[in-house]
């Protein structure tokens, strides 16, 4: 398939802070498609930020609710889409949606979406639920961004990259002359979704805006080390989700100690454990919401690696999420299942690619 697409992809982390949406022309197919990016944006959830939290936090809520949200959701969804297409001129053929992820715990997963709302707006077709076919495979379902990075960045030198989301990712990248079958991807450990979380409670705010806060505290090492332990996952092929979130430390081992040193003693422990991820590889490449937190990204700073952004190398950090769920979208489009063996865990041959709606 030689012709062209445009494709729009949409992605809220488990951040739960915001959607950020990429509009690409994606020309030709399956695992040799080419990308370039035609523009993006990011927009906040506003009132529904509460409770898409409270749902991912399994508070109890009426049917009513429920469906309430999850229509409201999809609008915020066209709007967002239909204000992208216009900024670009364009008319989009494909969007992926990868929706809100509200329980993740293998192999149960819930992205929240109701598509209805972006169909009404856009004639088009929509994928979304892309998790699901590596979940019924037999896989973690999570995470999916690794065949992406791959075919954005596989031209470069062996590099990590590093999504600073809602819970930090990793995608290993072998040297060009490398194949596919050679990526590494896992999940680390709760991020940017932490952090914010003990903005909320010892701050009163959604965040530590760009990690001021954070840059004025001490690490303590005993609180930093009893974190990484929370953290600590044994099993060789698991995503992180629901109860991975590490809140308790922050009442717990945390409790004693200022705002300022909780949040620095988080990014220490957070900083350790992508350091020893990356253990042999030189170049950290940053993308993520994390990328706007400079004590996170200045405490990476000083393991001694090379670090720079995803918009150093073609995409800007805050769309290469979106980015990959609209390459998802347009794999699953080509009948290309976007999980990796290596990486998601999956057994059998996925039997389908997403949920479709048609015009």
């Given at each position: 398939?030689?012709?062209s ?14 959607i950020?949406?990429a509009?690409?022309r994606i020309t030709g ?11 993006h944006?990011?927009?906040?959830l ?5 409770s898409?939290r ?14 309430v949200i ?18 670009a ?5 494909l969007v992926?949606c ?12 819930l ?6 709302p ?8 929509i994928v ?14 999570a ?8 075919i954005?960045?596989?031209?470069h030198s ?32 709760p991020?940017?979704?932490?952090l914010?979380e ?10 530590d805006?760009?990690?001021?806060v954070?840059t ?6 005993t609180?930093?080390?009893a974190?990484?332990?929370r953290f ?11 109860d ?11 409790g004693?100690l200022?705002d300022?040193?909780a ?5 220490d ?12 590889i030189?170049?950290?490449c940053?993308a ?12 990476l700073?000083r393991t ?30 080509d ?11 999956y057994?059998?041959e996925p039997s ?8």
């Open positions: 398939m030689d012709t697409r445009i494709v729009a992809g949409t992605m809220t982390g488990t951040s739960i802070d915001g950020d949406l509009l690409t197919a399956g695992l040799a498609m080419k990308v370039e990016l035609l523009g944006l990011s927009r906040p506003g009132e529904l930020a509460p898409l409270a749902m991912a936090r399994n508070s109890p809520m009426t049917a009513e609710e429920f469906t999850s229509e409201r959701f999809g609008q915020l969804h066209a709007d967002a889409l239909l204000e992208l297409a216009r900024q001129e364009v008319r989009i053929d992926a990868h929706g809100q992820t509200v329980f993740h715990r293998p192999p149960h997963s992205q929240l979406l109701d598509p209805a972006i169909s009404r707006a856009l004639d088009c077709p979304f639920n892309l998790r699901r076919s590596d979940l019924l495979a037999g896989g973690e379902g995470p999916l961004t690794p065949i992406a990075d791959w954005l960045f596989r031209n062996a590099m990590a990259i590093v999504n600073l989301g809602g819970f930090a990712n990793i995608t290993l990248l072998p040297p060009s002359d490398q194949s596919i079958n050679q990526v590494l991807g896992f999940d680390l450990c991020c940017n979704q932490l914010d003990i903005a909320r409670i010892r701050l009163d705010q959604p965040m805006d760009q990690g001021r954070a004025r505290g001490t690490v303590d090492q609180s930093s080390m974190l990484k332990q600590g996952c044994e099993e060789a092929v698991r995503s992180l989700g629901t991975d979130e590490a809140f308790d430390w922050i009442d717990s081992d945390a004693t200022s300022e040193d949040l620095a003693t988080a990014i422990a957070i900083t350790s454990m992508i350091l020893d991820a990356c253990e042999g030189d170049q950290l940053l993520g919401g994390g990328c706007r937190n400079m004590a996170l990204v200045e405490a700073g001694g690696k090379s670090i720079i952004l995803t918009d150093q190398i073609g995409i800007p950090a805050q769309a290469r999420e979106a980015v990959a769920i609209a390459m998802i979208g347009t794999l699953a489009q009948r290309v299942h976007p999980g990796l063996r290596q990486i998601t865990g057994r059998d389908f690619h997403g949920f479709w709606v048609n015009p």
